[in-house]
Structure formats: structure tokens, C-alpha cells
């Protein structure tokens, strides 16, 4: 694609906010400087209104094109995560993180300053018209910082006729951009498991009773939750990645712990298989005459699927921007979860349904996938996103 000349002279000022908040990573709902950060650029390019504070540390910048009333052309909000992950960088750049163990893994220093880049060139043309909002959330790695914005009343003070988002993709090449029509990342759901038994010598295993072998024999149940229990048309998968007991080699312990994740492209499958977890976990518990308790997340990730309208529009302005041969759209759904999926699904408050689109877009072919300690965002993919948020602003919102 041929970047806009006004974008191509923004991006060094870009590249300069992301890694200075690649510097600076925080995690969680704990982001004071990151949100100063954003709330500070969002004012200083004149941004009608910037509001702090929901959910916690999220920021809403709103910008009005150049015609009309406040909703007079429709309104679109375009959401940005802020947050950092809690480990240890490895990639040697210059700009790593000065923070032990918080490191921006995943690219949300780039998604941060990419939609700031957007909202200054939108502020600066305001070739739209209508109202976008620039939604910076925190707290996605986890926290379900979507859902605690929209609990904090994000789209009744800010109501919008669709959602954008946006995630960088190691493996697919800068300049190129992908969306789905549908099914898109899968929800996810994790489980702990607490095992109480009777604890005794490891030599009188009959007078115990012995939650390392209900253990045992539940991790194996738990896996026939999807090749058993679960429509074989659907996708699902059930890991037990967790199984900690025992202090020493001749002591039977008083209980056990397990852990997993579950996914699944269907809320009602997912809501199946939570159902046979707590039902194996209790009928082997009983076998073994061992309590089990099964306690869940409470921040789960429902399935992103996008609304079909809203990924045609956001291919269509993928496809006029870059090219066909750069677009891919409709890719295999992925196993991995986003709590964008909490605007896409209905508001429990409000009985609101928000339509949407989340994409992806290219971070390189090479170097480490996300999450790995040597990840770091690729500044070249800047002027792609910067181009593509101002296009679908405008496509959004046209003011001829």
C-alpha cells in the first residue's frame, strides 16, 4: 500500500510513544502512568471530550468529524488494550523494559500508540462525519478489563453503532490484515480442582484415602469431556495443566490440586463442559471417598465472534487499502481468547447488543510468536494501522 503522506510524517512521532511505553509496561488494572500517557496526547489533540477512570484505568476520548450534531452520521468506538504481562523481557532491544518482571509481550504497547496515531490524524483531518470514540481499555491479559468498562456503563454513556478492535499477528507479514465473518477466537474458561482426602503412611494405604490417585483417575475423566461428551462438530479442548500434591516420597498427602483451561468457539459448549467437569470431579470424588471442589474463573472469555456486516465492511476496507492479495479473510478460528468478545455479546445490564468487528493484522514472519520473552512489537506495522483506523473512520462515518 502507499501510506498517506500526512500518516508517513506521523509515524516517527508513533514509533517514539511506543517504545516509551514499551519502557514503561504496567499490568492489569494498575496502569497511572500508561493512562496518563493517553489521556495527556488525547487532550493535546483536542479531543472534545476525555474521560478516565472506567473500569478502573480505561480512557474514552471522543471526536466529532466536521459536520453536525453529536451522532448526526452514526458514531463508531475503536478499542486499544493498554496492558503489559507479568514476566521477565529477553529480547535485548534498546527500548526494553526498565520494570523486572512486567514486559510488553503481546503488543499492546503497539495497539496503544497505533490507535493514539489514529485519533491525532483523525483530530488534525476530521474528513468524517458522525463521532468516533477511542477506547483504551485496560487489564485484557486476564482481567476482563472489557467487561469492566462496559459494568462501568461504556456504552450507555458512549453508545456507538459498532465496534472496532484489533490484535498484532506474529507469523502473518506487516502490510497484510485478516478478519473473519463469524467464529473468530474461542472462549475460554479455567478450572481449579481441590482434592481432600485422608492422609496417611505411604506403606498403610488402606487406612487412607489418597487424593493423589483421585487425582489421577479425574485427570483422565476430564479428558473424555470432549472426545465423550461433546459434539464431535463442535471444537473444543480440555487441559490439565496443573497437578501439585505431596511434600515427601513416603507420606500419602491430605489433598490435591489440579488446574486447567478449557476452550471452545460455542458458549453453550463451553457451558456443557463446565457442567461435566463439576459432574466427574463429584461422582470421582465419591469413588475414592474424597471431597472435590471445583471452583472456576470468574473472569471467563466468551467466544469472539464477529458480527457479519461489521467484518465485511472492516474487509472491505482492509482490500481497498491494501490490496486483495494482502487480505485474508475468513482464516481458520483460532484457539486462542480476547476479552474484545465482552462487547460483542449481550450487555446482561442492559440487554444491549453492540455489533463488531475485531481484526488481525501483520506483525512479521519472523522473530518470537507472542508471549515469549524475546517478543517485540514491529514499528513497521505503525503506518498500516495508523492508515487503517483513520480509513474505517471515514468509510465509518463518510461526510460527503
Not at 493512562?35 to 471526536?63: I, N, P, R, W
Not at 451522532?71 to 523486572?100: C, F, N, W, Y
Not at 474461542?186 to 506403606?203: I, M
Not at 494405604?205 to 489418597?210: Q, T
Amino acid at each position: 500500500m502507499t501510506i498517506p503522506a500526512p500518516i508517513k510524517k506521523l509515524t516517527p512521532e508513533v514509533k517514539r510513544w511506543r517504545r516509551d511505553l514499551h519502557q514503561h509496561p504496567e499490568v492489569g488494572y494498575e496502569l497511572p502512568r500508561t493512562s496518563k500517557f493517553v489521556a495527556d496526547k488525547l487532550k493535546e489533540f483536542g479531543l472534545e471530550k476525555v474521560e478516565t477512570g472506567l473500569g478502573q484505568s480505561g480512557v474514552v476520548g471522543m471526536l466529532r468529524g466536521n459536520q453536525g450534531r453529536r451522532h448526526a452520521g452514526g458514531s463508531i468506538m475503536i478499542r486499544a488494550d493498554m496492558d503489559a504481562l507479568p514476566m521477565q523481557e529477553e529480547s535485548g532491544v534498546k527500548h526494553a523494559s526498565k520494570t523486572p518482571g512486567k514486559f510488553h509481550g503481546c503488543g499492546h504497547d503497539g495497539h496503544t500508540a497505533c490507535l493514539l496515531g489514529a485519533a491525532k490524524h483523525l483530530a488534525a483531518t476530521r474528513n468524517f462525519k458522525g463521532t468516533v470514540y477511542f477506547c483504551f481499555q485496560p487489564a485484557e491479559e486476564g482481567g476482563a478489563g472489557a467487561k469492566a468498562m462496559m459494568d462501568d456503563g461504556l456504552f450507555e454513556k458512549y453508545p456507538v453503532d459498532a465496534v472496532y478492535g484489533a490484535h498484532n499477528w506474529p507469523s502473518m507479514p506487516v502490510g497484510f490484515m485478516g478478519c473473519s465473518e463469524g467464529k473468530m477466537l474461542a472462549a475460554s474458561q479455567e478450572f481449579y480442582v481441590t482434592l481432600t482426602g485422608k492422609g496417611g503412611h505411604a506403606a498403610r494405604p488402606h487406612e487412607a484415602h489418597d487424593p493423589v490417585v483421585a487425582g489421577s483417575e479425574l485427570v483422565l475423566a476430564l479428558q473424555s469431556i470432549v472426545s465423550r461428551n461433546t459434539d464431535p462438530i463442535e471444537t473444543a479442548v480440555l487441559s490439565v495443566t496443573q497437578f501439585q500434591a505431596g511434600t515427601t516420597t513416603n507420606v500419602i498427602p491430605n489433598s490435591a490440586k489440579l488446574a486447567g483451561t478449557m476452550r471452545s468457539f460455542s458458549n453453550v459448549t463451553m457451558k456443557k463442559m463446565i457442567a461435566e467437569v463439576r459432574r466427574k470431579a463429584k461422582a470421582v470424588g465419591a469413588a475414592h471417598q474424597v471431597t472435590v471442589e471445583v471452583t472456576l474463573d470468574d473472569k471467563p472469555y466468551p467466544a469472539l465472534i464477529n458480527s457479519k456486516r461489521e467484518a465485511r465492511f472492516a474487509a472491505g476496507v482492509m482490500k481497498d487499502l491494501l490490496g486483495e492479495q494482502h487480505c485474508v479473510i475468513n482464516p481458520p478460528p483460532a484457539m486462542g481468547s480476547e476479552d474484545f468478545a465482552y462487547y460483542l455479546i449481550k450487555d446482561a445490564r442492559t440487554g444491549r447488543k453492540t455489533p463488531g468487528c475485531f481484526v488481525t493484522f501483520g506483525n512479521g514472519v519472523q522473530g518470537p510468536m507472542l508471549h515469549n520473552p524475546k517478543y517485540d512489537f514491529n514499528d513497521e506495522a505503525i503506518p498500516h494501522m495508523v492508515a487503517f483506523w483513520s480509513r474505517l473512520t471515514e468509510k465509518a462515518l463518510p461526510s460527503g
